[in-house]
C-alpha cells in the first residue's frame, strides 16, 4: 500500500475508540480466566466449611466465565464493526478494485477484437475464394 492516509478526526478518534475496546475486552478475558484458575486453586481450612467454599467458587467461576463470553460477543461486535467501518470507508481500496477490473475488462475486451478482426478476415478470404469460384463456374 501507500503510505499511511491522514485520517478525519472523526475516523481517527472511531479508530482510537475500537483500540479501546479491544485492549479492554482482551484484558477482562484475562483477568477473568486468571481468577477463574485462582479460584480452582484448594486452599488450606478457612473460617467457611468446605462445601460453603465450594459453592461460592462455583458461583464465582460461573459469573467470570459469563464475563468471558460477554468479553468474547464483544470483541466479535468489534470484528463486525470494524469490517463495516472498512467496507465503507476504505474509498482507496474500492478503487483500486475498480481500477483493476478495468484493466482486466479492457484486455478482454482487446483480445476479443483481435479474435473478431482475425475471423472477419478468414471470412473474408474465404469469402472472395467462393465468389471466385462461383462467377468462374459454368452453373451460374
Sequence with gaps: MAAQRV???SKESLLQNYNKRL???IRSILD???EIIKTA????ETQ???ATQAEQDHYEMHV???NIVRAGESLMKLVSDLKQFLILNDFPSVNDAISLQNQHLRSLQEECDKKLTSLRDEI???LYELEEEYYSSRYK
Design 7 to 9: 485520517l478525519p478526526q
Design 23 to 25: 485492549k479492554d475486552d
Design 32 to 34: 477473568n480466566f486468571t
Design 41 to 44: 486453586k484448594i486452599e488450606d
Design 48 to 50: 467457611v466449611s468446605r
Design 64 to 66: 467470570r466465565a459469563a
Design 124 to 126: 473474408a478470404i474465404d
